[in-house]
Nanobody, 125 residues
Framework: QVQLVESGGGLVQAGGSLRLSCAAS????????MGWFRQAPGKEREFVAA????????HYADSVKGRFTISRDNAKNTVYLHMNSLKPEDTAVYYC??????????????????WGQGTQVTVSS
């Protein structure tokens, strides 16, 4: 079982930056790839970024590529999402998630089993 808790959301002006954190309870955190997803009002949840269990590979949605960076610290059981050059269309609830399988990285939402409660990010124009 993996429990995830996000933090770091808030209100920021367009062009600003935020760093989201996701702390995991599992002692096997380093065995899991981790992903970030977001859901805006009235829209479906969408993939944002993913990182392999050892941090050796990352993957981004085209909409955030070059602006967001996913990273992890396995010693702290934490994954981060650094968000720069934020736009109003980045406004959403952001969720971190872990797949059902260890040593498996994916961008597909339905393959993730463990989810945090979400943190709100609001970007004003």
């Amino acid at each position: 079982q993996v429990q995830l808790v996000e933090s770091g959301g808030g209100l920021v002006q367009a062009g600003g930056s935020l760093r989201l954190s996701c702390a995991a309870s599992s002692g096997t955190f380093s065995s899991y790839a981790m992903g970030w997803f977001r859901q805006a009002p009235g829209k479906e949840r969408e993939f944002v970024a993913a990182i392999r269990w050892n941090g050796g590979s990352t993957h981004y949605a085209d909409s955030v590529k070059g602006r967001f960076t996913i990273s992890r610290d396995n010693a702290k059981n934490t994954v981060y999402l650094h968000m720069n050059s934020l736009k109003p269309e980045d406004t959403a609830v952001y969720y971190c998630a872990a797949p059902a399988r260890t040593y498996y990285s994916t961008a597909t939402s339905r393959e993730y089993k463990y989810w945090g409660q979400g943190t709100q990010v609001t970007v004003s124009s």
